[in-house]
């Protein structure tokens, strides 16, 4: 089972992604870990993609799309996998279908996590995160046991850069322009599910579950 996640930032792709990763027990595969595996092993996509993230500029899709492929050949991915962050683009999701159908496969489904902006705006500004482990907590629904100190290793929580009011802001704006369009990709393809991102975190899982089986 091939899954993509969508929905805009903060609706809780990833989180769902881990969830059903488990539940069918096929590898969750999130862009950012990608890019941290290949630049720890100084590989020559890493090394090129670090050299644009040290510029702070945009990876170019032909190097994502390039870490990506490597990593959906492996073996662990032979029953299907999650992908959490990818595509985000139209072309992006044009390269996947046509790396896939040399593979005789496809995007089984897209599951698409409907959350209004200003929802997720409020959801975002309550996010942290540790710099040390990465762990991550929310101070309204999953606080740490001591405020603002890290459950796992002690280190004092921080807010990052891009869940700040105004960068949230510019990220939902990003969303809509350029990754939106995914939705009507993957409904013309007849794979799309949208279900309703506002609901609890289990019962939107119960609703993801249900619409896959």
Do not use: Y
């Given at each position: 089972m091939k899954i993509v996640m969508?929905?805009?930032?903060?609706?809780?792709?990833?989180?769902?992604?881990?969830?059903?990763?488990?539940?069918?027990?096929?590898?969750?595969?999130?862009?950012?870990?990608?890019?941290?595996?290949?630049?720890?092993?100084?590989?020559?996509?890493?090394m090129k993609a670090k050299s644009y993230?040290?510029?702070?500029?945009?990876?170019?899709?032909?190097?994502?799309?390039?870490?990506?492929?490597?990593?959906?050949?492996?073996?662990?991915?032979?029953?299907?996998?999650?992908?959490?962050?990818?595509?985000?683009?139209?072309?992006?999701?044009?390269?996947?279908?046509?790396?896939?159908?040399?593979?005789?496969?496809?995007?089984?489904?897209?599951?698409?996590?409907?959350?209004?902006?200003?929802?997720i705006t409020k959801r975002m500004g309550g996010r942290r995160s540790c710099p040390k482990c990465g762990g991550t907590y929310h101070i309204a629904f999953n606080p740490p046991k001591k405020e603002g100190i890290c459950d796992n290793c002690g280190t004092e929580l921080v807010q990052r850069a891009d869940d700040k009011p105004e960068t949230v802001l510019e990220r939902l704006k990003t969303y809509h322009d350029q990754t939106q369009p995914l939705i009507d990709f993957y409904r013309n393809e007849g794979v799309l599910t949208e279900v309703d991102g506002t609901k609890k975190p289990d019962e939107v899982l119960a609703d993801i579950l249900g619409a896959l089986r």
């Open positions: 969508l929905g805009a930032p903060g609706a809780g792709k990833g989180t769902q992604a881990v969830n059903i990763a488990k539940e069918f027990g096929i590898p969750h595969i999130s862009t950012g870990d990608i890019f941290r595996a290949n630049i720890k092993n100084q590989t020559e996509l890493g993230m040290d510029k702070g500029a945009l990876v170019p899709d032909d190097i994502t799309i390039g870490m990506l492929l490597d990593r959906i050949v492996d073996n662990d991915c032979k029953n299907g996998f999650v992908l959490d962050g990818f595509p985000r683009t139209i072309p992006q999701a044009e390269s996947l279908k046509a790396a896939l159908s040399l593979q005789d496969a496809r995007i089984d489904h897209a599951i698409d996590i409907e959350v209004p902006d200003e929802v």
